[in-house]
C-alpha cells in the first residue's frame, strides 16, 4: 500500500456516469430482467464507512484498524472519491478511523461532513470518534452538518478503560462522554454509542449509565481479530487477550435485553455486512479473516471496485444497516 503512487489520482479525471444496471447500458436504471439476460447487478453502496485515517492517540488493545500508515487523501481527492460513491447509489457515509478528529485538529473530517450533506445533499452523515479530540468549537461550526456523533465507550470504570487502552491521562473518559453528549443535545446531532464487548468489560452492568445517557442507539460488538491488524505476526496489536466466547456475549447481551437502544452484533454478523474504505479509498474485503483491499475506485471506479468487497447486502439488511439514520427524521428531544 506504501508503494502506491498517487500520479493517477488526478483532478481532471471524469466522475463516471453509472447507475445498478446492465453492463450495456451503466447509466440506465435498474429494472427487470429479462429471459437470457446476464444480471451484472453488484451490491449498492447504500451505507459505507470511510476509515480515512489510521492515526490514533489511543491504543485499544482490541483494535482492528491499526495505524499501519500514517497516509490521508488530499482532501480534494477524498471528496471526488465521495462524490463517486453518492452516484453509485451512497444515502450514508460514516467516517473513521483510527481517530478522525487528530487530522487537522478536526478541520479535515469537518470540511467532509459538510461537503457530504451540503453539496452532495446526503441523507446521512455521521462520525465514530473516541471522543477525546471534539470541542464545543467544532460544533458551532460543522454540527448543522452531521446527523450522528458516535463515541466508544467499552467500560464505566475508568481503571477498566485504562487496561483496555482509551485512557486519557489527567482526564477521565466517562465524565467527557457525558460533556459530548450535552453538545450533541444543544447542537441538534443524535448521541450514539459504541462499545467492545471484551474480557475486561464481559461482567460489567452498563443498564443504569446506557438509559442515563439516552443514546439513539448502544451498538455492542463482539471483540473480532483479524489478522494482520490485531493478530498474526504483521499485526500491530495482540487482541487474543480480549477475546470472548459467543456464549459469553450472549450472556452480556441478556443482562442488557431491557435497554430499548441496544443494537448487538456479533463477529458474524460484523465480518461481511459492513462495506469498509480504507485510507486509499480501496474497499476491504474481511470474509477471509483479514482485510484484503480492492484497487482504489479512484482508479477503477466504484462498480469495479466493490465486486472484490466481500460486501453481503442481503446480512447488511438482516442486521438492521438501515434504519432511521437521517437526524431529520428523528423524533428527539433537541
Avoid at 152 to 169: M, P
Avoid at 252 to 277: A, G, T, W
Avoid at 283 to 294: A, Q, T, V
Wanted: net charge neutral; charged share 30%; glycine share 6%.
Amino acid at each position: 500500500a506504501l508503494c502506491w503512487s498517487l500520479a493517477p489520482l488526478s483532478l481532471h479525471l471524469p466522475l463516471p456516469g453509472w447507475r445498478r444496471g446492465s453492463a450495456a447500458s451503466p447509466t440506465a436504471p435498474a429494472g427487470p430482467r429479462r429471459d437470457g439476460e446476464r444480471d451484472d447487478a453488484f451490491p449498492t453502496p447504500t451505507s459505507v464507512n470511510y476509515h480515512f485515517t489510521r492515526q490514533c492517540n489511543y491504543k485499544c488493545g482490541f483494535c482492528f484498524h491499526t495505524a499501519k500508515t500514517s497516509f490521508v487523501l488530499p482532501l480534494e481527492e477524498a471528496e471526488r472519491g465521495l462524490a463517486m460513491l453518492k452516484e453509485a447509489g451512497m444515502e450514508k457515509i460514516n467516517f473513521s478511523g483510527g481517530e478522525p478528529f487528530l487530522q487537522d485538529r478536526g478541520e479535515f473530517v469537518g470540511k467532509l461532513v459538510q461537503f457530504c450533506k451540503q453539496e452532495l445533499k446526503l441523507p446521512s452523515v455521521s462520525i465514530v470518534s473516541n471522543g477525546s479530540l471534539v470541542r464545543e468549537r467544532w460544533f458551532k461550526k460543522y454540527g448543522e452538518y452531521l446527523d450522528i456523533l458516535a463515541i466508544s465507550c467499552d467500560s464505566f470504570d475508568e481503571d477498566v478503560n485504562i487496561l483496555i487502552g482509551r485512557g486519557q491521562g489527567k482526564k477521565n473518559h466517562v465524565e467527557n462522554l457525558h460533556k459530548l453528549r450535552q453538545w450533541c443535545q444543544e447542537y441538534a446531532v443524535a448521541f450514539k454509542i459504541n462499545s467492545v464487548i471484551n474480557r475486561f468489560n464481559i461482567e460489567e452492568d452498563m443498564n443504569e449509565q446506557i438509559k442515563a445517557l439516552n443514546p439513539v442507539r448502544w451498538k455492542v460488538f463482539q471483540c473480532l481479530l483479524i489478522e494482520g491488524e490485531n493478530c498474526g505476526e504483521d499485526a500491530l496489536r495482540e487482541a487474543e487477550k480480549f477475546v470472548i466466547s459467543d456464549e459469553d456475549f450472549e450472556r452480556f447481551l441478556d443482562r442488557h435485553r431491557d435497554v430499548s437502544c441496544l443494537v448487538p452484533e456479533s463477529n458474524q454478523k460484523m465480518k461481511d455486512s459492513y462495506l469498509i474504505l480504507d485510507e486509499y479509498m480501496r474497499f476491504l474485503n474481511c470474509r477471509n479473516g483479514r482485510k484484503e483491499p480492492s484497487k482504489s475506485i479512484l482508479d477503477v471506479g466504484v462498480e469495479a471496485a466493490i465486486k472484490f468487497s466481500g460486501f453481503d447486502e442481503q446480512m447488511f439488511l438482516k442486521r438492521g444497516g438501515k434504519y432511521v439514520w437521517s437526524k431529520a427524521d428523528m423524533k428527539l428531544d433537541w
